[in-house]
């Protein structure tokens, strides 16, 4: 689609041509983010790249300017924090909007994942463009993981000690791993150090994966609602004006709930003992990950064996990896899978089952939900994905977008 | 369609309210009741007067034992003093600091000077309060589940021994040394009830009851974990009108130029 | 995305449109520069910064003959409290000498225009290549001028601080500095 489309386009202004006649980014603007044919039938689930290219944007911009005062020792971290908070001008803003920011940007690529695996985005001839946004939620969880160590209070320390433990599990070198990546024998200055360049370098490794996340969906263009290619022009629009002024809309709605967050609850999403600075001897009586980590923690904590809870939390990510050929269904939208559609929004209402199982100490009711939970997870991409493909009859498939949209309108 | 967005629109607010729902981790303690506050919801402002009287009582009590590093005298300004008022204040309190020949000495305390801590370090802290050292105060109603609610209600919920029922006195073990706390997790807390009517005198004359001086030192710890607080809500005011009226603009931008493909 | 069969009002009007986008780009600059903003300001000096950039000395412990030195905003300030010779010496040295003429009295007044020959408040970094001139403390080789003498490249400097022999191109800086009383002096 993409490589078959337009002329190469014409600049009147001198210096533009004089440019893109030696390097094409005009040419490639143009192409890529004006006239690019775009299906014209997107709901408002597609606004959610957008949008998460806009908190990665934002993450970094008020990043850089926290690094600027921000200080990565054990004795000066909480304190450099606060100081950011009380002393430096518009400090407190950035903070606010950096850590609020987080889980905003976990919200907007949940949403945005949500969507790639309802309507079957993931599906040939899109799968590596699937595994790179896999990749990409990988490298955002190692560098929100280590971004809450650095203000170095009690859950910092504590969540970062119980993560980094997961790897003693491994047989033989497991001990050996872990001192490896603490610098050390426990969690400490060493640690705090390297995470903080960590996480200063992963963010720009996500902008370059997201860059091929964009290169290869240009290449066959986005999926849409009916999951049905695009047959000719009748079915698409150009991407400008059309879904800049769209994605643009939704960015902006998306800003205000973020800003109610950040200016009127900006505690809200975190824990108040990471107002307490780090202490090595004191472990707070409940840890907990922040939010966007609850349903992995809870499947790690499902498992009633070191080992096999660490594999089945890495296993419920890995498992994202293999989607593509899981699912052996010949329809990409569950809007045409009658019985699918129903398993998949369960499977969202799992997901968030298990958060709850995470937030809660495992006692009680919550241990056998969160292992129902976890077994519904991981039979719902291993059992039922590829059986349910082979066995359903999808619904007729509308014989073209420019149709179904027609259609729509009528009815 | 139009049912999937609904359904997915559920599916989103499920997803908001799980993420929501891990601020409110359960406790097992009594619940703080809830009490008003002028510095909550999003138009609420610190009430200058009851911090003031709030830092009396800090300086005449609690900086006995617990420490506000974070804070500099000069941030005092902020809660309606002048600053003549806050050297006033300062004028007998001396900081450690070094001479230039290195040796450590005593020197009056200037503006740019954080609050002098009353112990040299966690150790000796620790040392001096039978082996636990009393938290800092700076972020301390950010620190602890309930907030202001949770510190004004410990401050006021110390129980006298003889007037614990046998049941309690059994459960927790509690001997006649010990301070019992409604509110404390555990409810046997190392600090001794720190409050009391008339325990100061407040130098505009408000009634020194142990209510008031709970409720003013809560307002000040309040101001201390977070002094930008009402620029913060007044700065969101604006950006959230902001960006209403961007979105509005945006909408009907996006419904014109959509306007001859539906 | 609302399907209506009738057209909403004003689809084919152009001026309409253009006056849609363009207060909509017009809103979104505005927005933008107000973003822009607390990035910048964020590397302002933050308020503890700000809060040393004026410090108070007190100078009844200095005698005279005898000079301090203080830091202010992370340099060396002298404070000197300088003998009848000293003031005599620099008042009558002849502008025509002067690399960079002031005279005596214009560099011992303050802020509030109040004159004080016997004390010499001066930033202590000289003016050549921002060295520490020598001849504060007692002991110290003060230079063929009485004054101070900078060990990097052999400026020299009066009882008044200014430049008489040497690479330096200026006399030591005064900085604002105003007496709050007869015995405590606010520099900044």
């Known amino acids: 689609m993409a490589s078959s489309h337009g002329t190469p386009p014409v600049f009147n202004n001198k210096v533009i041509a004089w440019i893109d006649y030696r390097l094409p980014i005009f040419s490639y603007i143009e ?154 024998f426990s969690i400490g200055n060493p640690t705090l150090n390297r995470f903080y360049a960590l996480h200063y370098l992963l963010p720009f490794i996500i902008v370059a994966v997201v860059a091929l996340h964009v290169v290869a969906l240009h290449v066959h263009g986005s999926n849409n609602p009916t999951g049905i290619d695009p047959k000719g022009p009748q079915d698409t629009v150009p991407f400008h004006p059309y879904y800049t002024m769209k994605d643009g809309f939704g960015v902006v709605i998306f800003l205000i709930v973020y800003s109610a967050v950040v200016f009127f609850a900006p505690d809200m999403l975190g824990d108040a003992a990471n107002y307490i600075p780090a202490d090595p001897l004191v472990t707070p009586t409940h840890i907990v990950p922040e939010w966007y980590f609850l349903p992995f923690y809870a499947i790690l904590r499902a498992v009633p064996d070191k080992l096999g809870g660490v594999i089945a939390m890495f296993g419920a990510i890995a498992v994202l990896f293999v989607l593509p050929w899981l699912d052996t269904s010949r329809v990409r939208s569950s809007t045409f899978r009658p019985i699918y559609k129903w398993f998949m929004l369960l499977l969202v209402v799992d997901v968030v089952v298990l958060g709850f199982c995470g937030a809660n100490p495992p006692a009680g009711f919550w241990i056998p939900l969160s292992q129902v939970a976890t077994l519904y997870y991981f039979v719902h991409f291993l059992i039922l994905l590829p059986v349910l493909g082979k066995i359903e009859r999808p619904l007729p498939l509308p014989p073209s977008i420019a149709d179904s949209v027609l259609k729509k309108k009528a009815g | 369609m139009r049912r999937l967005i609904v359904s997915g629109a559920i599916a989103l607010a499920a997803l908001v309210a799980g993420a929501g729902a891990v601020a409110i981790a359960a406790g097992t303690e009594a619940h703080p009741p809830h009490r008003h506050w002028h510095f909550q919801g999003p138009f609420g402002t610190y ?72 112990f040299p370090n966690e150790l000796a802290a620790a040392a001096a309060n039978n082996g636990k050292a009393p938290p800092d105060l700076s972020v301390i109603v950010k620190a602890r589940e309930g907030g202001a609610d949770y510190i004004y209600a410990l ?66 710890l309040a101001w201390a974990s977070e002094p930008w607080m009402e620029n913060r809500k007044r700065t969101g005011v604006r950006v959230i009108l902001f960006l209403l009226a961007l979105a509005g603009l945006m909408y009907a931008v996006k419904r014109q130029v959509w306007a001859n493909k539906h | 995305m609302a399907s209506s069969s009738v057209p909403a009002d004003g689809h084919g009007d152009p001026t309409r449109r ?68 000293d003031i005599k010496e620099a008042e009558a040295v002849p502008m025509s000498e002067l690399p960079d003429p002031q005279t005596d009295n214009s560099r011992v007044t303050d802020s509030a225009k109040k004159v004080r020959p016997e004390w010499l408040i001066m930033i202590g970094v000289c003016t050549h290549l921002g060295c520490v001139p020598l001849g504060n403390k007692p002991g110290q080789d003060k230079g063929p001028y009485g004054g101070w003498y900078c060990p990097c490249h052999g400026s020299a400097y009066d009882t008044s601080g200014r430049i008489r022999k040497g690479p330096a191109p200026l006399n030591l800086v005064i900085p604002e500095y105003l007496f709050v009383s007869d015995s405590l002096v606010r520099i900044g």
């Open chain 2, 47 to 118: 009430d200058r007067a009851a911090a003031q009287r709030g830092y009396q009582v800090y300086a005449e009590v609690c900086s006995a034992c617990h420490s506000l590093s974070l804070l500099a005298y000069r941030n005092l300004i902020e809660i309606g003093l002048t600053e003549n008022q806050v050297k006033g204040l300062i004028k007998d309190i001396t900081v450690p600091d070094l001479n230039d020949d290195g040796q450590p000495i005593d020197r009056p305390a200037r503006l740019s000077d954080r609050f002098r801590k009353p």
């Open chain 3, 18 to 85: 253009d006056f849609l986008m363009v207060a909509t780009g017009a809103l979104g600059a505005v927005g933008a520069a107000a973003v822009a903003w607390p990035f910048i300001n964020n590397l302002n000096p933050a308020a503890d910064t700000l809060a040393l950039a004026s410090i108070e000395v007190s100078v009844t412990p200095i005698e005279v003959g005898q000079a301090i030195t203080v830091k202010w905003r992370g340099k060396p300030v002298f404070i000197r409290h300088r003998t009848e010779k």
């Open chain 2, 155 to 220: 401050l006021t919920g110390y129980v006298p021994f003889d007037k614990l029922t046998p049941a309690q006195i059994k459960e927790l073990n509690v001997v006649k040394d010990d301070n019992y706390n409604t509110y404390f997790p555990g409810h046997r807390i190392a600090m001794a009830p720190p409050l009391s009517d008339d325990k100061v005198t407040y130098v505009d004359g408000t009634k020194s009851t142990l209510d008031q001086q709970a409720s003013d030192v809560t307002e000040f």
């Open chain 1, 31 to 184: 192409k890529e983010y004006h006239t690019f044919p775009t299906p014209r039938n997107f709901n408002y689930f597609w606004n959610f790249g957008a949008i998460a290219t806009v908190m990665l944007v934002l993450m970094i911009a008020t990043g850089v300017v926290l690094a600027t005062n921000y200080t990565p020792n054990v004795l000066m971290a909480f304190d450099s924090v606060e100081r950011i908070d009380r002393d430096v001008p518009s400090g407190w803003l950035m903070r606010d909007l950096h850590m609020n920011g987080a889980s905003f940007f976990f919200i907007a690529v949940y949403v945005h994942i949500f969507r790639g695996m309802y309507y079957g985005s993931y599906k040939q001839p899109r799968e590596l463009l699937w595994i790179l946004g896999v990749v990409i939620f990988l490298l955002m969880m190692a560098t929100a993981f280590m971004g809450y160590v650095l203000p170095w209070g009690q859950m910092s320390f504590w969540g970062a000690t119980v993560i980094t433990s997961l790897f003693s599990a491994i047989p033989v070198v497991g001990d050996s791993i872990v001192t490896w990546l603490w610098g050390g």
